[in-house]
């Protein structure tokens, strides 16, 4: 299974090189065989946090890097063969 930091140093050579789609889903292959699961970029962006109520305030602007996200949530399964690999 690819660990975080490969998958990071992967995502910031994807950036490197301007490639980067929002929307685009990939998969790595794994050194063990196979691919990790399928993961999705997406864009960068801002939002308004906050609400009406005393434990959602102040509200405040929060802003998003571009990042990649797995397409499909992780199952038992799959994160028990990602703890026996690791």
Do not use: C, W
């Amino acid at each position: 299974m690819i660990k975080l930091s490969e998958q990071l140093e992967k995502l910031q050579a994807v950036k490197k090189e301007n490639t980067f789609v929002a929307g685009k889903v990939f998969k790595d292959s794994l050194k063990v065989g196979g691919f990790a699961p399928e993961m999705v970029m997406i864009a960068a962006g801002s939002f308004r946090m906050g609400g009406e109520y005393s434990s959602e305030k102040p509200v405040h602007d929060v802003s998003v890097d571009r990042f990649a996200m797995g397409k499909y949530e992780v199952t038992f399964a799959e994160y028990d063969k990602f703890a026996d690999t690791t």
